[in-house]
């Protein structure tokens, strides 16, 4: 391989790390998600309820890291045994999926949110929560 080609392929496997790196960075973040409209979803649809603080739990658990957390799992929040049970790994997919319907993901859970987040919104929300780790 030519020194030309060799410093073209390094440049362009450098810039994929950096790409790849930053993408494992945000981990879950959304496509078209906005982290400040995030931040304002996340006051007005969620904050009474969860928190951005590792181990400070309000009506609901911290949502600190929760992005690839497993359900149930923040220790010292009591959880419904149909959240404890649900066997669900929060990421981004699942996550969007439980706010436009959480009774139908999880029968028997105690979240009194009622599913009205546009997609938009639901990007949004997702992008600024991978922010929160």
């Keep these: 391989m030519s020194t030309m080609r060799f410093s073209w392929f390094v440049k362009s496997a450098a810039s994929l ?3 790849v790196a930053g993408l494992s960075a945000t981990g879950f973040a959304r496509a078209g998600g906005n982290i400040e409209r995030g931040a304002d979803v996340f006051d007005g649809q969620c904050a009474e309820c969860h928190s951005l603080k590792a181990g400070k739990n309000k009506k609901g658990p911290s949502l600190f890291a929760s992005l690839g957390r497993k359900a149930g799992t923040v220790s010292d929040f009591v959880y419904s045994d149909a959240m404890k049970g649900s ?3 929060w990421t981004a997919d699942k996550i969007e999926v439980y706010l436009a319907s959480p009774k ?3 029968p028997g859970g105690s979240m009194k949110f009622d599913g009205k987040l546009t997609a938009q919104e639901s990007a949004d929300l997702l992008a600024f ?4 780790h």
């Design 17 to 19: 790390v950096c790409m």
């Design 87 to 89: 066997n669900i790994t």
């Design 104 to 106: 139908a993901v999880v």
């Design 129 to 132: 929560l991978a922010t929160k």
